[in-house]
């Protein structure tokens, strides 16, 4: 074992959202000697390979349904090439990049170590480095954060499933797919299966069940799961894959073959399949073992609402922990993480509950609360519903079956109709779920919506004057 070359009070594996905002909270506002280890690009899942880069193509994508809009409203104009894919993704790259530097530009500031290099634990208070040239030095800390986040998971029982890409590798992705297969119904396949589609690839959606989304209201995963076929992505329904393959002399093409509700025997001809299945969390070679941190059954670390793991002194938070996996929710836990082990603030933790969440799907939806199955689950007859579905103003001048939906839901509770859960879907979801979120979060209850005045005229307005 190399000998201590250093010592510190805050040792946080992972460069990540959530372990970069502890650190540097710890460090910059309290004090502390941080270091921050990080073996791949800085900014973690959400900067190079998720939140970031996926909005930027969602943009891309909802500019190209803007286009396809505008002839309703009597532009005329012809595209003089294709979407370019290349130059597209290059300049995204480049935007990633410069916030790589921007992050540790931010650690320099605030005075936090950083070391480039592959992290391992010996003990409760060790860790081993292997650096970018293969030499290893070992570093004692009083605390260590283990925010290593999670990768994608590809299937290790499909034969030839290796042919396909996951989340990461569609940022790698050089042109743009002519025809596309994803396997998934969560959040990230609808996302990147209307990021696809918009952008004009022939798109298909393979579900294992009757619709996707489904962890979330069935206001939002019944109505997407519908626009998503009326727009045009063919939806697989109670798929499995059976295997991959390479077809001989056509380079860059696939077999997939599959079964669904439709089909026994399926094969489809693709130049992109891409897994969206789940995260695994990254702890393959973190040495768990060594300093006896408990696990749960998918391999995510057990912590507690503080944090804690089972192990004195040594904290989990982010993706490793799969708890909500969710960018601000890390940021959020490992600043609360910070100015309890640091800033003196004893009950300092994040409350998990109510916490907002948007999928960029096409259309847009939010969500915060309780679902309607959930809230009737714990509250029974003291539930009421709110509810209303209508096409935007946007789509005013546009024919009956080229309108995209608009939906929300508000979930009610007890007599004074506390808002326990709000669902909504439609253009600018995200941004009007951002502000509603605030007033759930303080108790707003259906009284409180309904003394709000109204905008008009907006989509948002319908939330204060739900009957």
């Known amino acids: 074992m190399a000998p201590i070359s250093r010592e510190c009070d805050f040792l946080v594996i992972g460069g990540g959202s959530g372990g970069l905002a502890s650190a540097r909270k710890a460090s910059g506002t309290y004090g502390a000697k941080v270091i921050a280890i990080e073996s791949n690009r800085l900014g973690g899942t959400c900067v190079n390979v998720g939140c970031v880069p996926k909005k930027i193509t969602w943009n891309a994508a909802s500019i190209s349904e803007t286009m396809r ?8 104009f012809k595209e003089t090439a294709p979407f370019d894919w290349t130059s597209f993704k290059h300049k995204r790259d480049a935007y990633v990049k410069r916030l790589n530097g921007i992050y540790e530009k931010n650690l320099h500031n605030d005075k936090v170590e950083y070391i480039h290099g592959r992290a391992h634990l010996l003990s409760k208070t060790e860790v081993q480095v292997v650096l970018d040239d293969g030499t290893k030095e070992t570093i004692r800390a009083k605390k260590i954060l283990l925010a290593t986040g999670g990768h994608p998971t590809i299937p290790q029982n499909i034969p030839g499933s290796d042919l396909g890409i996951t989340s990461d590798g569609f940022f790698e992705l050089e042109k743009q797919p002519k025809k596309v297969a994803l396997v998934g ?3 990230i396949a609808v996302e990147m299966a209307g990021m696809f589609h918009a952008l004009g690839s022939e798109t298909h959606l393979f579900i294992r069940q009757d619709k996707f989304l489904r962890p979330f209201d069935p206001l939002i995963s019944d109505t997407i799961t519908k626009e998503y076929e ?7 329904r109670h798929s499995s894959q059976t295997k991959v393959e390479k077809i001989p002399g056509k380079e860059g093409w696939m077999n997939l073959h599959y079964k669904d509700s439709e089909t026994s025997e399926g094969v489809l001809e693709l130049d992109c399949l891409l897994w969206a299945i789940g995260r695994t969390p990254e702890v393959e070679d973190l040495g768990l073992d060594k300093a006896g941190v408990k696990q749960n059954g998918k391999g995510q670390i057990e912590a507690d609402d503080y944090q804690n793991t089972n192990v004195e002194n040594v904290y989990a938070l982010g993706d490793v922990c799969g708890k909500v996996e969710l960018t601000p929710v890390a940021i959020a836990a490992g600043r609360k993480l910070a100015d309890r082990l640091f800033g003196g603030v004893k009950d300092a933790h994040l409350d998990y509950n109510n916490i907002p969440s948007v999928v960029f799907a096409h259309p847009e939806a939010g969500s915060i609360g309780l679902t ?11 539930v009421k519903i709110y ?6 103003m946007y789509y005013a001048m546009m024919e009956a079956d080229e309108k995209g939906p608009t939906a929300y839901k508000l979930i009610c509770v007890g007599e004074e109709e506390k808002v326990v859960g709000m669902h909504i879907l439609g253009l600018g979801s995200s941004e ?3 502000g509603f979120g605030v007033a759930i979060k303080m108790g707003a209850t259906k009284r409180d919506f309904d003394s709000c005045v109204a905008i008009h005229p907006t989509s948002a307005e319908e939330l204060v004057t739900l009957k």
Do not use: C, V, W
């Open 69 to 76: 809009d505008a002839a309703a409203y009597g532009f005329s």
């Open 185 to 187: 119904a969560g959040y």
């Open 230 to 236: 009326r727009q045009g992505i063919h939806i697989h």
């Open 372 to 382: 309607e199955p959930q809230a009737r689950e714990k509250y029974g007859e003291k």
């Open 387 to 392: 509810k209303t579905n209508f096409p935007a």
């Open 432 to 434: 009007i779920l951002q």
